[in-house]
């Protein structure tokens, strides 16, 4: 008895832990250089697993047929329509500043994001598959968000 009473809170840590890993909070490996100059291959950051998915936001995407992790950012949010045309991005209609992308964003035809549906973007617009090439993405399929790298240590920080 005396045993068991003395790892209860061992318990109790473990139990948090993997609840908070498991629903909240969770480390993630970047990839590829898809996100680049923002992001660079092999950086570990956190994945916020709760709140809301705003423009611009970095987030996790897991597609059905991939068992891979992809970072994106969103650029467009349920109910907009998206069309890219001459290297400028147009959200319904009206272009927006497209401070996050690098080299040239190829055109896209008008697309209409559905009630639950986003449209995401690579920041090394050259290189990533993204949006443009796979369409819109479910909200489920979207992980969470993320803006805080852990490792390496010398960029450990909020990124933007």
Request: charge should be neutral; hydrophobic fraction near 40%; charged fraction near 25%.
């Amino acid at each position: 008895m005396k045993l068991l009473k003395s790892l209860i809170p061992y318990i109790i840590i473990i139990v948090v832990v993997v609840f908070v890993r498991t629903f909240i909070i969770t480390p993630v490996k970047v990839n590829g250089t898809s996100m680049y100059p923002t992001l660079e291959g092999n950086e570990i950051m956190l994945l916020n697993k709760l709140g809301k998915i705003d423009r611009f936001d970095i987030v996790v995407v897991e597609l059905d047929d991939d068992t891979s992790n992809l970072i994106k950012r969103v650029i467009g949010l349920p109910g907009e329509t998206i069309k890219i045309t001459n290297n400028k991005i147009y959200i319904n209609g009206e272009a927006i500043e497209d401070k996050y992308g690098y080299g040239n964003t190829y055109s896209v035809e008008e697309t209409i994001l559905g009630e639950d549906e986003y449209f995401i973007m690579g920041d090394n617009r050259i290189v990533s598959l993204d949006s443009r090439a796979f369409g819109k993405i479910n909200r489920r399929e979207i992980k969470g968000t993320t803006n805080f790298i852990m490792y390496p240590f010398s960029k450990i920080g909020k990124v933007e």
